[in-house]
């Protein structure tokens, strides 16, 4: 019986700070997630003060892991590699909601009023809609094509103004235009013949512009969204995909983060340059010689700088380009397996996954200097709920 | 699982001389990885495919060893397999072919 005192005293001790802890209020604008896709976790960061505040476990295979957030940047959707859909409750470090949508899945995206979650599928392919609440299916849009009906898997998948996702069809060379205005009759625009094997896709930040990468040909598909007859135009046809090819270790990544003040800066498939493209005219305008090939080419938010990541073998290095100038002004190497970059809202810090080492670094933008370091297990993407006030991220 | 396959490696290195051209253990190790992390960002990190196809075992029968060999070293034309001849050797290609097909990579 007497045993029992020192175990309610530590009870009291360790317990009651912590009740008190968790009712204090705090926001959710300076919160993010980072992906720990070996473990099927992920971690709970405040970007504020560098600092872990939870583990959220029992997500899946979370290799190429991707999330996007809810209007009031209390929810972070997971999207595994597994077909798993999981809603992570930011402020409780639980999960709050979760359902295997698929056998296979590679990314998603929430529409511009928060109401539905969809999902891009390679396995059976298609997008699959959810009511974000709840998680319910409310449409299933499986990407059928061709005379024999068969099932393409669906890349690029983005969210556009007025309720509308916009997605790529990778066997079929499709773009497709989903109206989930009505989400139990999903209006779908399919644009045929946009291209040889599309396999990522960006929307500009104004919902205007959704460009989708060609890994099997020569140039980009761009589409207008503006218009009322939407059509898909090559662009940047003849950058060189194909001539002298490199082998590609690492398909590189598309993002609405591409748009540098008045330039696009994306990673050129097979080689090691990033091509610079006028955002008004689509023309190119410029190479820019890199250290390897690109695999993420990040702006940051005011467009000052473009941070780039490269393809195994040389992903253990990071260079960033001056925009106005195009030219490289650094270059460092964190470490091998250098995964994923995300800034702050506003650009003052740049967060880096470094697999091979479990941690994530933190540094300054303009000085260049390390100002913090976090542990993680095989850390990949990092997302910052600052996504979730913008269309296509 | 590793630790087994690679005593059974050993064992079968001691009896067999024609396996004398394996890599060894610490390469096997760096193998691994690469299959689990970089091939895996294509053909998902479980191998069960993603952009690429799934290549667990059952997926694997009807490539034999050395053609599974070639295309990891030659990849796949029109594809976006990449030939991964400037980073893996002939042994290390053929010990992926076998791992793969025998399922030791998880």
Known sequence: ?393 | MLRLFEAIAVLSLAAQPVLAEQPGSARMSELTYLVRQDCGSCHGMTLKGGLGKPLQPTNLKQWDREQLTQIILNGVPGTPMPPWRDLLSEEDARWIADALKQGHIK
Do not use: C
């Not at chain 1, 720990?36 to 583990?55: K, M, P």
């Not at chain 1, 997500?59 to 009031?72: K, N, P, Q, T």
């Not at chain 1, 529409?111 to 298609?126: C, F, I, K």
């Not at chain 1, 690029?156 to 773009?175: H, N, T, W």
């Open chain 1, 1 to 393: 019986m007497t045993r029992i005192w020192p175990a309610l005293v530590l009870f009291a001790l360790v317990w009651l700070p912590l009740s008190a802890q968790s009712a204090e209020l705090r926001g959710t604008g300076d919160l993010g997630i980072i992906i720990e896709r070996a473990s099927g976790s992920v971690v709970i960061v405040d970007t504020t003060r560098h600092a872990i505040l939870g583990r959220v476990t029992g997500l899946g295979d979370l290799s190429h892991a991707s999330a996007v957030f809810s209007r009031d940047q209390r929810y972070a959707y997971v999207f595994g590699r597994d077909g798993g859909l999981t809603k992570v409750d930011l402020l409780t470090a639980t999960v709050a909601k979760r359902v295997m949508q698929s056998g296979n899945s590679i990314g998603g995206a929430i529409s511009d009023d928060g109401q539905l979650v969809a999902v891009s599928n390679y396995e059976p392919g298609g997008v699959k809609v959810f009511n974000s609440t709840t998680l319910e299916l409310v449409a299933d849009i499986p990407a059928t094509y061709g005379e024999k009906a068969e099932m393409s898997k669906t890349v690029g998948l983005v969210d556009a103004p007025g309720r509308k996702f916009v997605f790529s069809l990778y066997d079929a060379g499709e773009i497709w235009i989903a109206d989930l205005s009505e989400p139990a009759a999903p209006q779908v625009r399919k644009l045929k013949n946009a291209g040889n094997q599309p396999y990522d896709a960006l929307i500009t930040g104004n919902g205007r512009h959704y460009i989708a990468g060609l890994f099997g040909e020569d140039g980009l598909a761009h589409v207008d969204l503006w218009s009322d007859q939407p059509e898909v135009r090559k662009i940047l046809q003849g950058y060189g995909r194909g001539e002298q090819e490199l082998p590609v270790y690492k398909m590189p990544h598309l993002e609405g983060w591409a748009q540098a003040d008045e330039l696009f800066i994306l990673p050129a498939v097979g080689h090691h340059q990033l091509l610079a493209m006028d955002a008004r005219t689509f023309e190119e305008v410029g190479r820019i010689d890199v250290h390897s090939q690109p695999v993420f080419a990040v702006a940051r938010p005011d467009g000052r700088q473009v941070w780039v990541n490269f393809a195994h073998p040389d992903n253990d290095t990071i260079q960033v380009i001056d925009v106005p100038s195009l030219k490289v002004v650094h270059e460092f190497k964190p470490g091998p397996a250098t995964l994923h970059m995300e800034f702050t809202p506003r650009g003052h810090e740049v967060w880096l996954s470094v697999r091979d080492s479990d941690k994530v670094y933190i540094y300054d933008t303009r000085t260049f200097e390390k100002v913090g370091e976090l542990d993680a297990a095989k850390p990949s993407g990092i997302f910052f709920t600052a996504r979730a006030g913008r269309t296509g991220l």
